[in-house]
């Protein structure tokens, strides 16, 4: 399935694209947990408003436990699952097993949120999502100056992380995956033999609109002797 090179890069993209953002959702999260501010005590972390629950400080070992123990090891599992998930795609032998790996991929990507709404009670996870960050806003002279030059930084970013995406199947494609030769067309050939001996249709995509055509005998064989049926019984039309 894989011997075609766009369709090849394109399956890459696909998943790379998946685990950018996995990728992302880290690095947003490990930047608004820098711009919290600091606090010396953990009574002075959150702010009650109603229902809600706002964080406005960090402990310094709040802090660095939030980020070695939920940031870090969400952006290192991404991105061994997008090297991993590479190649086992790389790895993909036909086209129904290539459906069938990529939902058994996406469901080990959403497994987090899976054990997250089967595995803790209803008013838990009704508080994490009150949980909010509360963060100082700048004080800007010309909000709309500033406005757009938040939205340019953001478009910025997101055109290098496409940008990397791109360099990184590449890269990965020609020089690190060891399990497809360097050069994949050669696997044309043999490809091409191995889906016409085993995959080839019984019916053409013409034979229900050509009636008496003998190919469709040969699609729908019928009987050339005649069926005995017990007494009584008789074949529907």
């Given at each position: 399935?894989?011997?075609?090179?766009?369709f090849?890069?394109s399956?890459?993209?696909c998943?790379?694209?998946v685990?950018?953002?996995?990728?992302?959702?880290?690095?947003?999260?490990?930047?608004?947990?820098?711009?919290?501010?600091?606090?010396?005590?953990?009574?002075?972390?959150?702010?009650?408003?109603?229902?809600?629950?706002?964080?406005?400080?960090?402990?310094?070992?709040?802090?660095?436990?939030?980020?070695?123990?939920?940031?870090?090891?969400?952006?290192?599992?991404?991105?061994?699952?997008?090297?991993?998930?590479?190649?086992?795609?790389?790895?993909?032998i036909?086209?129904?097993?290539?459906?069938?790996?990529?939902?058994?991929?996406?469901?080990?990507?959403?497994?987090?949120e899976?054990?997250?709404?089967?595995?803790?009670?209803q008013?838990?996870?009704?508080?994490?999502?009150?949980?909010?960050f509360?963060?100082?806003k700048?004080?800007?002279?010309?909000?709309?100056?500033?406005?757009?030059?938040?939205?340019?930084?953001?478009?910025?970013?997101?055109?290098?992380?496409?940008?990397?995406?791109l360099?990184?199947?590449?890269?990965?494609?020609?020089?690190?995956?060891?399990?497809?030769?360097?050069?994949?067309?050669?696997?044309?050939?043999?490809?091409?033999q191995?889906?016409?001996?085993?995959?080839?249709?019984?019916?053409?995509?013409?034979?229900?609109?050509?009636?008496?055509?003998?190919?469709?005998?040969?699609?729908f064989?019928?009987?050339k002797?005649?069926?005995?049926?017990?007494?009584?019984e008789?074949?529907?039309?």
């Open positions: 399935a894989m011997w075609n090179r766009p090849y890069y399956v890459l993209f998943w790379t694209l685990m950018l953002i996995e990728i992302r959702t880290g690095e947003e999260l490990g930047r608004n947990l820098l711009k919290v501010p600091h606090c010396d005590h953990a009574s002075e972390m959150l702010y009650c408003r109603g229902d809600d629950r706002y964080v406005v400080g960090f402990t310094r070992v709040t802090r660095q436990m939030c980020m070695w123990f939920v940031v870090v090891p969400k952006i290192g599992i991404s991105i061994v699952l997008l090297w991993l998930g590479c190649e086992w795609l790389s790895a993909t036909e086209f129904e097993s290539l459906v069938m790996n990529t939902v058994a991929m996406a469901f080990i990507v959403s497994i987090d899976v054990l997250f709404e089967a595995i803790l009670p008013h838990h996870r009704e508080d994490v999502e009150n949980i909010d509360l963060l100082d700048p004080v800007a002279d010309d909000e709309l100056d500033a406005m757009l030059t938040k939205k340019e930084h953001s478009f910025r970013k997101s055109l290098i992380y496409i940008l990397l995406a360099v990184f199947i590449v890269i990965y494609a020609e020089y690190f995956q060891d399990v497809l030769p360097n050069d994949i067309i050669s696997l044309r050939d043999i490809c091409t191995l889906i016409t001996a085993t995959q080839q249709p019984f019916c053409n995509g013409w034979t229900w609109y050509l009636r008496g055509n003998p190919a469709a005998h040969e699609c064989p019928f009987p002797q005649p069926i005995d049926l017990p007494p009584g008789h074949i529907e039309a």
